[in-house]
């Protein structure tokens, strides 16, 4: 399966933002999808995730009650909504397929497919 994620941008502090992960290949029902960030010079880490068939979703502490993750199979696309957001939110953000266990989420090296990354960038 092919990701490309997109929809970041230049916000201000409190402002959404909609991130779109949209697959080509194989439908992403059959997967496991997660959203990471990596801000410059710290390790990727986990944002949230959806499970497979889309039943449900999991989120960082640190996003818990600001970002949402929902999903479009029809057009084979999940969005990671992110609100009230913060300049610690600024970071690539990346999506991410996995075909393996729902308790393998929140590792980088549980998922196999990869998008390209999209910039967001919160100004205070």
């Known amino acids: 399966v092919q990701l490309q994620a997109s929809g970041g941008g230049l916000v201000k502090a409190g402002d959404s933002l909609r991130l779109s992960c949209a697959a080509s290949?194989?439908?992403?029902?059959?997967?496991?999808v997660g959203w990471f960030r990596q801000a410059p010079g710290k390790e990727r880490e986990f944002v949230g995730a959806?499970?497979?068939?889309?039943?449900?979703?999991d989120s960082a502490d640190s996003v818990r009650g600001r970002f949402s993750i929902s999903r479009d199979y029809p057009k084979n696309t999940v969005y990671l909504q992110m609100n009230n957001l913060k300049p610690a939110d600024t970071a690539v953000y990346y999506c991410?397929?996995?075909?393996?266990?729902?308790?393998?989420?929140?590792?980088?090296?549980?998922?196999?497919?990869w998008g390209q990354g999209t910039l967001v960038t919160v100004s205070s």
């Open positions: 991410a397929a996995t075909a393996t266990v729902w308790s393998g989420r929140y590792s980088p090296d549980s998922y196999n497919y």
């Open positions: 290949g194989r439908s992403l029902r059959n997967y496991v």
């Open positions: 959806l499970s497979r068939g889309g039943g449900g979703t």
